[in-house]
């Protein structure tokens, strides 16, 4: 399997700041990665697919990049609404289809 | 607008079957634009995908789990159900399931609201 592991585990940061979350895969998955958003009590939410492609209705303050096994999202200016648990997932080894381990964004 | 909505038991007794079912609206579960997948997340932690379903019937499950999974479709009905066998409290979780499009690139959208499943005597 391919294991995806996310860092750090968790941030704290200020509304305004600009944030990075990193996930890496085992081995090399070219653009094959999702992230997602889920907040407490919610469903996850899709919010960026293939690696960079910003999901429609998503705010552009949020974005992703990365090839191969190292991938990073980005929000570019914290919002309120933006404190949650985020998720990456891999697609290259369908069906098996694996997520990181997620990391929590704090208010500071 | 895509809908799903999980329904079934919120308790379960070890060694029973989970059984859940996912009701779809906005879209088709006949489409052949689409897996129909079930994804869970035991408390706190995070999120394993358990398998797909495709409108034809063909499935794939986790290898994790397949020896004690099905996943079926009822196109007349426009659902899709999970069933897993001999459960034990580490299958305690919220249950999800998703919408996965079926081309080179996957990913899981939308989601249903999820369900929780206690197993407990």
């Known amino acids: 399997d391919i294991q995806m592991t996310q860092s750090p585990s968790s941030l704290s940061a200020s509304v305004g700041d600009r944030v990075t979350i990193t996930c890496r895969a085992s081995?090399?998955?070219?653009?094959?990665l999702n992230w997602y958003q889920q907040k407490p009590g919610k469903a996850p939410k899709l919010l960026i697919y293939?690696?960079?492609s910003l999901q429609s209705g998503v705010p552009s303050r949020f974005s992703g990049s990365g090839s191969g096994t190292d991938f990073t999202l980005t929000i570019s200016s914290l919002q309120p609404e933006d404190f949650a648990i985020y998720y990456c997932q891999q697609s290259y080894s369908t069906p098996m289809y694996t997520f990181g381990q997620g990391t929590k964004l704090e208010i500071k | 607008q895509v809908q799903l909505q999980e329904s079934g038991p919120g308790l379960v007794k070890p060694s029973e079957t989970l059984s859940l079912t996912c009701t779809v609206s906005?879209?088709?579960?006949?489409?052949?634009?689409?897996?129909w997948s079930w994804i869970r997340q035991p408390p706190g932690k995070g999120l394993e995908w358990i398998g797909y379903?495709?409108?034809?019937?063909?499935?794939n499950y986790n290898p994790s789990l397949k020896s004690r999974v099905t996943i079926s479709v009822d196109t007349s009905k426009n659902q899709f159900s999970l069933k897993l066998t001999s459960v034990t409290a580490a299958d305690t979780a919220v249950y999800y399931c998703?919408?996965?499009?079926?081309?080179?690139?996957?990913?899981?959208?939308?989601w249903g609201q999820g369900t929780l499943v206690t197993v407990s005597s």
């Open positions: 906005g879209a088709s579960v006949s489409s052949r634009t689409y897996y």
């Open positions: 293939a690696a960079s």
């Open positions: 379903i495709y409108y034809s019937g063909s499935t």
């Open positions: 998703a919408r996965v499009l079926s081309s080179s690139y996957n990913w899981f959208d939308p």
């Open positions: 081995q090399s998955i070219s653009n094959y």
